[in-house]
């Protein structure tokens, strides 16, 4: 960029400007339009999602054996004899994001106070990255971690007669250490942007570190805390790869976590892993059961963000 | 002095139980810390631990008792080791290994290899992590004797060049990655030429162009909410799209050359498109962040010189988002390169032994080859995947570092 005004090449070039100006009026419309479709192309996405997935499932609910009423409330998911409840698949589900959420939310809460009240600068500066390493590893080696490791670990000190070799819990503990940094992240975000002059107040009230971190950064920051939560309720609800290794095949009422079930996503994996015939009942089965899972999670991403507006505090 | 002293106390009679919760909590916070630090620790250490070990293999036939007319096999000149070779396996077999390369190109060493393949057949009996290896050795070796008198015990490094560059197998002394690393960067191909100029384009309207009406409130809740998809979500929708409805565009039938009865849309193509979905809503916000770094004030500078709206993104936007939206895209692919239950869902195949040679291709991926791997019951299999994770790891490694590279090295500040 020449800072000079008056440079010739400045003026020559602006006179070229004005002469392509007029005619790239009719390209610029194009580009205008193109950019729109691009944007417009997102919903496109969604709407596909909700189409495709809808319209599977009602052929599912079209069968004859199947009731929404019985999908949503039976106690069975055998559908060899025709039992198609997905009570089962829900409460293993329940359970794995349940486990996640005991480790990730309080240990992902302390991680952020202590980032974004206690840690110096240099410890921000290494523990951050870490956090962004364990947030960016494939669930796929989680899944790993959580079978050949934790299960082992469950297995050792409950004995291997109470813990299964898949079993739920190890699966949603690897869940928790994949969603740790994740809500740690959003809330130190969150906790660093309340303003330094309330800690300051809070301080001339003679208070200690911890009492304001807990009494005025956490309440001032609510709103990004709890949607961090949601989020990370969310994805746990949503993970795959963990639950399909360490959480067991073949649906399984059962709450203790010790035992093997199987999840919404862990029975999806399963049965589109092997040659899956289109329009079988199998096929539009795991249509009916991703319908379910995206109406979850689109409904907590929506509170998340919801949470996130409504309660926001407002600082200058 | 001690009055001031007592009218403290009386002021803040619970001081030193304030300060020791202080302690208390403080400890405890810095205590997640560390946990949240040693998970890490624990998970690189456990694959490491597992990717190298002792092993004891054992023979079929043992290659010590190979000989010809007394002379043991492997001091024989290379032909006379073919003609071993020949002699020992099926002649089917010995066709299908002179179709993959005539034997006498090969060279001794490959031979020598093959023998051992083919004839000797060698099986992993046990196997032994990384630290068993260091701390147990002797009790190792006593097992081993004992166990496996007729096997053979070394020290077998899961990850190295030859399982890098050989192709699938179904026998872990043999089994390498290549087809599953092919596989990974030919979906990459794809996703990235899909998501990239959508992402990009969708990015400028919302930054540049969009006004503040319903509909485009619409769009960027409808990006943020996409963000959130869990990715089996985008699996299914894959396999519904891509390799149902367009079966006949995904599996290359449109160009003609595949036969009717071959048809198949569980493709490369259907996998990219797949993995391009996923990651566009990431690329958008990264991008839109990009661009909504650089200062309104270069904007007014090029409409001051008469520059269309057009003309400013493309000539000073653009370039000077360029760092920011590389560093968002490299981070989006990272995060495609490991994905796995859309690939599985989509119906990657896992035992592929060729290349791929085109994006209508069958195609296996590194994640899927690691589920597979990790599905497997046998400690072998279990090793397999811990080397190929930490193949996995290091290439992601790569690219983050390339991300944070590019961001500092072209960050500009205004």
């Known amino acids: 960029m020449s800072e000079n005004a008056q440079s010739p090449a400045l003026i020559l070039r602006s006179k070229k400007i004005t002469r392509s100006r007029r005619t790239r009026r009719p390209g610029e419309a194009v580009i205008t339009a193109f950019l729109f479709l691009c944007g417009l192309f997102s919903i496109l996405i969604t709407v596909a999602i909700i189409f495709e997935l809808t319209k599977e499932a009602l052929l599912f609910f079209a069968d004859p054996n199947v009731t929404i009423w019985n999908f949503l409330t039976g106690l069975k998911w055998q559908p060899k004899i025709n039992q198609f409840g997905v009570i089962p698949l829900l409460t293993a589900t329940l359970v794995t994001s349940t486990i996640a959420m005991l480790v990730a939310i309080p240990l992902g809460l302390m991680v952020a106070i202590y980032l974004s009240e206690y840690a110096s600068q240099k410890v921000r500066g290494t523990v951050k990255p870490i956090m962004e390493i364990l947030a960016g590893i494939p669930t796929v080696v989680y899944g790993f971690f959580a079978l050949t490791f934790i299960t082992p670990l469950l297995r050792g000190t409950f004995g291997a007669d109470t813990v299964n070799i898949y079993n739920m819990a190890s699966a949603g503990i690897a869940m928790g250490i994949l969603i740790l940094p994740l809500i740690a992240s959003i809330s130190e975000d969150a906790l660093s942007a309340v303003p330094r002059t309330l800690r300051e107040a809070g301080y001339s009230l003679g208070s200690t570190k911890i009492e304001v971190a807990l009494k005025i950064v956490v309440p001032a920051a609510f709103s990004g805390l709890s949607a961090a939560c949601l989020l990370g309720i969310s994805r746990a609800i949503g993970e795959t790869m963990i639950v399909a290794l360490a959480a067991g095949a073949g649906p399984n009422l059962t709450l203790n976590p010790f035992h093997s079930a199987e999840t919404m996503t862990g029975y999806m994996v399963r049965i589109s892993g092997g040659d899956l015939s289109y329009d079988s009942m199998d096929y539009n089965s795991i249509f009916a059961i991703g319908l379910l899972l995206f109406v979850i999670t689109f409904f907590l991403n929506l509170i998340s963000r919801w949470v996130v507006g409504h309660f926001r505090e407002a600082y200058q | ?414």
């Not at chain 2, 943020?224 to 079966?247: D, K, M, T």
């Not at chain 2, 981070?331 to 994006?359: K, M, N």
């Open chain 2, 1 to 414: 002095m001690m009055s001031s002293n007592m009218k403290e106390q009386k002021k803040a009679p619970n001081l030193p139980a304030r300060h020791r919760v202080e302690k208390i909590w403080k400890g405890g916070l810095f205590l997640s810390t560390l946990i949240g630090v040693l998970f890490l620790a624990l998970l690189l250490v456990k694959i490491v631990n597992d990717s190298f070990g002792y092993m004891v293999v054992e023979y079929g036939l043992s290659p010590n008792a190979m000989a010809v007319n007394g002379v043991p096999v492997w001091d024989l000149p290379k032909e006379d080791k073919v003609l071993f070779l020949q002699e020992n396996i099926t002649p089917g077999r010995f066709k299908k290994l002179m179709k993959e390369k005539p034997l006498l190109e090969r060279s001794d060493k490959e031979i020598k290899a093959l023998i051992l393949q083919e004839i000797a057949k060698p099986k992993v009996a046990q196997t032994w992590t990384l630290s068993q290896s260091i701390f147990q050795k002797s009790e190792i070796q006593a097992t081993a004797l004992q166990e496996y008198p007729q096997g053979e015990l070394s020290f077998k490094a899961w990850l190295n060049w030859d399982f890098i560059t050989s192709p699938q197998s179904s026998d872990p002394l043999y089994a390498g990655i290549r087809t599953a690393i092919m596989g990974s960067l030919f979906l990459m191909i794809v996703a990235i030429l899909f998501s990239l100029p959508v992402g990009l384009g969708a990015a400028i309207y919302f930054e540049e162009f969009a006004v503040d009406n319903w509909l485009n409130r619409l769009l960027k809740t409808n990006i943020n909410n996409l963000a959130g998809v869990p990715s089996i979500i985008y699996g299914i929708l894959g396999l519904a799209i891509f390799v149902r409805l367009w079966e006949p565009v995904t599996s290359g039938a449109i160009l003609g050359g595949v036969e009717a009865a071959t048809i198949n849309g569980r493709t490369i193509l259907s996998g990219g498109l797949t993995l391009g979905l996923l990651i566009l809503p990431i690329i958008i916000i990264n991008s839109q962040e990009a661009l909504r770094g650089v200062p309104f004030t270069i904007r007014e500078a090029s409409y001051g010189v008469g520059a269309t709206k057009w003309q400013t993104i493309w000539s000073h936007v653009l370039p000077n988002s360029i760092p920011g939206i590389m560093t968002g895209a490299i981070l989006a692919f990272s995060r495609a390169f490991g994905e796995t239950a859309p690939l599985v869902v989509i119906g990657a195949s896992t035992y592929i032994v060729y290349d791929p040679a085109s994006i209508f291709s069958k195609f296996t991926a590194l994640p899927i080859q690691i589920y597979q791997w990790t599905s497997r019951p046998q400690d072998e299999f279990r090793n397999l995947a811990a080397a190929s994770i930490l193949v996995l790891l290091i290439l992601l490694l790569g690219l983050n570092t390339l991300a944070i590279y590019l961001r500092n090295r072209y960050r500009r500040t205004y």
